[in-house]
């Protein structure tokens, strides 16, 4: 089970340098293609209502870089978008090990094979309440859900993890525990591989 197993401590060093995280920096990450249906631009906004050590690590690719670029200067928070580019889903396990709060709150959504993988990866989810999340997703016990095109209500979800380490721990125990017994990894690896390669719903 590739996304719950270690990863290298040195491989999280090198990424962190890359990336520039500091002691105490705070990730935000997300994995999805760059379309505004996944939502990317409410994640970015929802910085805007984060101290400024919260940072959003983003990865994949899509016609909507450049705008997102420019939705991040507009909004003044630019050099707290980090945009790694497309990534490979080998490399993905390592992405999710540096970060601390998982967010996507898009407008539509099929499987969401990211959200198991963060689940697995032992990160806690903020998510929308769109497509199948619901099917694995329980607000306050495997995840928390935000409300759609509402960075506040985003930043609001990851803040209550920040602010609450006991009630973080027990979602994150909760996620990979429903990710081991209930997700078979060669279905979601299949249904990761179509999202990468699919331009209509992939992340990329």
Same mark, same amino acid.
């Given at each position: 089970?590739?996304?719950?197993?270690?990863?290298?401590?040195?491989?999280?060093?090198?990424?962190k340098?890359?990336?520039?995280?500091?002691?105490?920096?705070?990730?935000?990450?997300?994995?999805?293609?760059?379309?505004?249906?996944?939502?990317?631009?409410?994640s970015?906004?929802?910085?805007?209502?984060?101290? &400024?050590?919260?940072?959003?690590?983003? /990865? #994949?690719?899509?016609?909507?870089?450049?705008?997102? =670029?420019? %939705?991040?200067?507009g *909004?003044?928070?630019?050099?707290?978008?980090?945009?790694?580019?497309?990534?490979?889903?080998?490399?993905?396990?390592?992405?999710?090990?540096?970060?601390?709060?998982?967010?996507?709150?898009?407008?539509?959504?099929?499987?969401?094979? &990211?959200?198991?993988?963060?689940?697995? /990866? #032992?990160?806690?989810?903020?998510?929308?309440a769109? =497509?199948? %999340?619901?099917?694995? *997703?329980?607000?306050?016990?495997?995840?928390?859900?935000?409300?759609?095109?509402?960075?506040?209500?985003?930043a609001?979800?990851a803040?209550?993890?920040?602010?609450?380490?006991?009630?973080?721990?027990?979602?994150v125990?909760?996620?990979?525990?429903?990710?081991?017994?209930?997700?078979?990894?060669?279905d979601?690896?299949?249904?990761?591989?179509?999202?990468?390669?699919?331009?209509?719903?992939?992340?990329?």
């Amino acid at each position: 089970m590739r996304f719950s197993a270690p990863v290298a401590q040195g491989n999280l060093d090198e990424l962190k340098t890359k990336f520039g995280k500091r002691e105490g920096d705070i990730f935000l990450f997300t994995a999805s293609r760059l379309v505004l249906s996944r939502g990317v631009e409410d994640s970015i906004e929802s910085l805007v209502y984060l101290p &400024a050590h919260v940072k959003l690590l983003i /990865a #994949g690719s899509g016609e909507d870089r450049e705008k997102l =670029g420019h %939705i991040a200067s507009g *909004l003044g928070v630019a050099e707290r978008v980090i945009f790694a580019g497309h990534v490979s889903h080998h490399e993905l396990p390592a992405y999710f090990r540096i970060s601390d709060v998982f967010v996507r709150p898009s407008l539509i959504e099929g499987m969401g094979s &990211a959200f198991i993988e963060a689940f697995a /990866a #032992g990160l806690p989810v903020v998510a929308t309440a769109v =497509g199948g %999340i619901p099917d694995f *997703l329980t607000d306050g016990i495997t995840g928390l859900f935000c409300d759609i095109r509402n960075p506040e209500s985003v930043a609001a979800a990851a803040q209550k993890y920040l602010d609450d380490p006991t009630f973080t721990a027990r979602i994150v125990l909760n996620a990979k525990k429903l990710a081991a017994e209930r997700y078979d990894w060669s279905d979601i690896a299949h249904a990761a591989r179509a999202e990468v390669f699919n331009p209509l719903t992939g992340r990329g």
